[in-house]
């Protein structure tokens, strides 16, 4: 027993002494491997993808029913409705109006005002306006020179395309003083009327009618009054067809005209037919016209009107023409004109073309060719010293008219045009210069705006251009105050001659406020 326990202690002993001390920290230390490659390994892949030619699909096929087969199952279900009231709603119609009130010098007074109904059923508009000048150029009022335009004109319509109804009507009284070129007479006064009553509709065939009216009267004012009168009936008819690219018509135009008892019965029937393209719309119009104490006359027409992409706009027409005058027209456009009444035929060709080089710049010419046959216009050196009116000539005669211009819109809303207008044959209108230049400002923003147009004639040689402007400022939601000026530098030129010894207005400033409502 005691050699046992003398051996473990002995053991222990031994195993404690034999321990050598735990150092702090150990330290451990790698040699360095180097390596090298002595080659860059490389491997080139292809993958071969087959052309698409030599694809060849998959053949599968679908069953479809035919229509006939296919049926479609009912489906019970409840769609919640709102409560219907006892009144649904009615579509009605909207009145609005426009009205102008001004005043002005050279004792002016202005007035226009306006009415419209849009909307369902019967749509109409009425309007009456009046202008009066009293004092032209350097000279007072009260001494004949003066001038009054009244006009009442109205027009409604009532239907749909399948029936439509149409009308419209209007009395024109022009008033010119005669400016002391006569003693026997103080004004001329031209009374023009116009009725016209319509009915079209449309099916496999669109069709219309119409059915006109108009009267012409010329007084003049003095001691013993001068009066002439006109009446001209007219009836036309027309029958068309048309499709998306094609249309076709025919058309046929009485016209019966009285002038100093004196009967003139007219015919006309046309034959048009049109063709739309995408960059081109071409007409084409041919007929017969007759005309008493002539023999029948055969007028045709040509037009094209479109455009190549963004770089030409072209409009044109020409052919043979026979244009019919009547006072109704001439008194309109020249009130110190005689009576004049006849035909007029001849060759023409008109039209414009535009070319944009920047998106902001239009470059255009205007031209208007006419070979006329009998051509009727005032003279202004045929005066009739006893009634102060201009007779009218008839004459023969290449005309040309052109018009060059360019036209820039700015981005800040301001437009600008140029332009310069010439007489270039042996014709001329002997009441237009033979060359002029023009320009045209005009700007537009919310609330105001302003314009300056101007003329300057060239031949005849005038020292002092036409030049009118005007500024508007937008008060209100439908009132708009405006002031505005014509031929502003008359008022330190001398009278300009509108005909023969007849002079202009001259200078007019004037003060409007446009309300609509």
Excluded: C
């Excluded at 202005?110 to 109904?117: C, E, M, P, T, V």
């Excluded at 710049?361 to 051509?375: A, C, H, K, M, V």
């Amino acid at each position: 027993m005691k050699k046992i326990i003398s051996l473990i202690i002995f053991n222990i002993a031994f195993y404690v002494y034999g321990i050598d001390e735990v150092p702090s920290s150990i330290e451990l230390i790698i040699p360095t491997v180097i390596v090298e490659f002595e080659d860059d390994l490389e491997t080139v892949m292809e993958l071969k993808v087959p052309d698409y030619n030599d694809i060849i699909l998959p053949d599968f096929e679908i069953s479809i029913p035919y229509p006939q087969d296919m049926t479609i199952e009912d489906i019970d279900f409840d769609l919640p409705l709102p409560d219907l009231v006892e009144y649904s709603y009615i579509e009605k119609s909207s009145f609005f109006s426009e009205g102008i009130l001004g005043i002005g010098s050279r004792n002016n007074l202005i007035g226009n005002i306006s009415l419209f109904r849009l909307g369902k059923d019967l749509r109409f508009s009425l309007s009456f306006s009046h202008d009066g000048l009293d004092g032209f150029g350097k000279n007072p009022a009260g001494m004949g020179f003066f001038s009054r335009k009244e006009a009442f004109e109205g027009d409604f319509r009532n239907g749909d395309e399948s029936f439509l109804i149409t009308g419209a009507g209007s009395v024109i009284e022009n008033e010119e003083g005669l400016q002391g070129q006569t003693s026997s007479y103080t004004s001329v006064i031209h009374r023009l009327s116009s009725f016209e009553l319509g009915f079209s509709g449309s099916d496999v065939f669109s069709w219309n009618g119409k059915l006109g009216l108009n009267m012409a009267g010329k007084t003049l004012t003095g001691e013993i009054p001068l009066k002439s009168e006109e009446l001209i009936l007219s009836l036309d008819s027309k029958l068309s067809w048309q499709k998306k690219w094609f249309n076709i018509s025919i058309n046929g135009n009485y016209v019966f005209d009285r002038l100093i008892r004196v009967n003139n019965n007219i015919f006309r029937s046309n034959l048009e037919m049109g063709l739309t393209l995408d960059f081109l719309d071409i007409a084409a119009v041919g007929g017969v016209f007759w005309y008493p104490g002539i023999s029948p006359v055969y007028p045709f027409s040509f037009s094209l009107d479109g455009a190549f992409s963004e770089f030409l706009r072209y409009q044109s027409s020409g052919g043979y023409q026979v244009e019919t005058y009547s006072n109704y027209d001439t008194w309109n456009d020249s009130p110190y004109s005689e009576v004049s009444a006849g035909i007029n035929k001849g060759w023409f060709w008109n039209g414009q073309i535009v070319i944009p080089p920047f998106s902001n710049t239009e470059l255009g010419l205007r031209w208007d060719y006419r070979f006329w046959d009998s051509l009727i216009s005032t003279d202004p050196n045929e005066f009739d010293s006893s009634n102060g009116l201009f007779g009218v000539v008839t004459s023969q005669g290449n005309y040309l008219d052109l018009s060059p211009f360019i036209q820039v819109s700015l981005p800040w809303r301001l437009n600008l045009l140029f332009g310069w207008n010439g007489q270039v044959l042996s014709g001329k209108n002997l009441l237009e210069p033979v060359q002029s230049v023009y320009t045209e400002i005009i700007y537009n923003s919310d609330n105001y705006g302003f314009f300056i147009t101007g003329n300057y004639s060239l031949e005849p040689f005038v020292l002092v251009p036409s030049l009118s402007m005007g500024i508007n400022y937008t008060l209100t939601e439908g009132v708009v105050l405006s002031l505005e000026g014509e031929d502003v530098l008359g008022f330190f030129a001398e009278d300009r001659i509108k005909i023969g010894n007849y002079i202009e207005e001259g200078g007019t400033f004037s003060l409007l406020t446009k309300i609509s409502l």
